[in-house]
């Protein structure tokens, strides 16, 4: 059974730093791209970040400068390192492998101000 299993997240102060991580079960990480989402109560869950399998990289343009996704394609993890973080950022963090479309269970990350 597929899985991805998040972790990672906590509470930090405005302008502080956390890394998530998202490890995956099976051989999802050789066939799928890995995706960041996030959602706060009220909102649609919206998409953060995108790595391929061959390692480029994208960004939504509210995280741009701030966050980094990378892989461990040994340790079939993703990571997200996320710096200068703001308020705004307070959601639950969602990994996501696509195309085969699985989700993990969420990290609630919180920065208070």
């Known amino acids: 059974q597929v899985q991805l299993v998040e972790s990672g997240g906590g509470l930090v102060q405005a302008g502080g730093s956390l890394r998530l991580s998202c490890a995956a079960s099976g051989s999802i990480f050789s066939a799928n791209a890995m995706r960041w989402y996030r959602q706060t109560p009220g909102k649609q869950r919206e998409w953060v970040a995108v790595?391929?399998?061959?390692?480029?990289?994208n960004y939504a343009d509210f995280v741009k400068g701030r966050f980094t996704i990378s892989r461990d394609n040994a340790k079939n993890t993703v990571y997200l390192q996320m710096n200068s973080l703001k308020p705004e950022d307070t959601a639950v963090y969602y990994c996501?492998?696509?195309?085969?479309?699985?989700w993990g269970q969420g990290t609630q990350v919180t920065v208070s101000s």
């Open positions: 790595i391929t399998t061959g390692g480029s990289t």
């Open positions: 996501n492998a696509w195309p085969r479309n699985v």
